[in-house]
């Protein structure tokens, strides 16, 4: 059974309200258990990454790291220079297991590319991207708690072609509600729900 988890790590603990020797020996604790277990680390992929660098004139650039035996062996130590956002994520699963997309920013190659292992694996071809765009400032969207940059959900793309196919075929008969007849900048990924809903039950698991 293929499975995909998500935790979102308590402000304490990911060094928000502490710093980064207590993040880094509270994450180095945490994963070499759950690496060093071979039920969990067979075929397994982890993503260490951060959501914003908080120096918003800069580029959003932050420290990202791929652990478990599913990174081939002469990429341990390397580094990977593709540009890649949060989205990358989702289309990376997209095209690893030929999923369909959710028709947002998911499937905007400018801002989804699959990490390049698996790019190279599904035969996915990225973007090259050079001049990368300033992603730590505020965007509109329905989540967005300044009013002046609330929107609602918009369409999704419904002839949006992802990394591992066409739009979720739920998605082009639901068309007729309130939020999906907006037109709304594309700001807002359709997996936002979910995500919240998997972190919320990480935070418990964690805080067991």
């Not at 004139?57 to 593709?82: C, F």
């Not at 992802?162 to 007729?176: H, K, S």
Request: hydrophobic content about 35%; charged content about 10%.
């Amino acid at each position: 059974m293929t499975v995909r988890c998500y935790f979102w790590i308590f402000l304490i603990r990911k060094g928000h309200d502490t710093g980064v020797t207590f993040a880094s020996n509270w994450t180095r604790t945490f994963l070499s258990n759950v690496l060093d277990n071979s039920k969990f680390n067979n075929n397994t992929c982890v993503l260490l990454t951060f959501d914003e660098n908080e120096i918003y004139p800069l580029e959003n650039r932050v420290y990202s790291l791929l652990l478990g035996n599913a990174i081939p062996s002469n990429l341990t130590g390397t580094n990977d220079s593709t540009f890649y956002t949060h989205y990358s994520q989702l289309s990376t699963v997209q095209a690893n297991w030929g999923l369909y997309n959710l028709g947002r920013q998911d499937a905007n190659k400018s801002v989804a590319n699959v990490f390049d292992f698996v790019a190279k694996i599904t035969n996915y071809t990225n973007l090259q991207i050079t001049e990368y765009p300033l992603n730590n400032v505020s965007e509109g969207g329905v989540f967005n708690n300044h009013s002046y940059l609330w929107s609602p959900i918009p369409s999704p793309n419904l002839t949006a072609q992802g990394a591992g196919g066409p739009i979720l075929p739920i998605l082009t008969t639901q068309i007729n509600t309130q939020t999906q007849s907006s037109r709304a900048r594309d700001v807002v990924s359709g997996s936002v729900v979910f995500s919240l809903l998997i972190a919320g039950l990480g935070a418990w698991y964690l805080g067991r």
